[in-house]
């Protein structure tokens, strides 16, 4: 079905893509201290959190969530950022909430939230 759109919007990859991500992808970060912005989120009373909840969703419990860096490098090398999904061979497919959810080891609860 999505090959059919693809085709129909003239947006499709054709058997001779070829692509323009680099080989090699290098993946460079900066992280904020981490255990800064744990002591604030923690030091903050429910009233404050819950504002914070109410503007933002959920993001602050990322803090608490593990990376797993060879995760984010894989992920990093089928990225597809003109399509904003991952591309294997002539492919692309967008994990859901459940595969997300499974990645980051956290349970999002509210499905209509963007997270």
Not at 39 to 46: C, L, Q, V
Not at 61 to 84: G, I
Request: contains cysteine; glycine residues 2%; charged residues 30%.
């Amino acid at each position: 079905m999505l090959k059919d759109t693809q085709s129909r919007e003239d947006d499709c990859q054709i058997a001779s893509f070829d692509s323009s991500l680099p080989q090699i992808v290098r993946l460079d970060y900066s992280r904020n201290s981490e255990d800064e912005l744990k002591g604030i989120w923690k030091s903050w009373d429910e009233v404050k959190k819950m504002r914070f909840r109410d503007k933002h969703g959920n993001v602050a419990q990322l803090l608490f969530v593990k990376s797993d860096n060879t995760l984010l490098k894989a992920m990093v090398h089928f990225w597809h950022p003109t399509y904003k999904c991952f591309t294997f061979n002539e492919v692309d497919m967008v994990p859901t909430i459940e595969e997300c959810s499974t990645f980051l080891h956290y349970d999002f609860k509210d499905p209509l939230r963007t997270y």
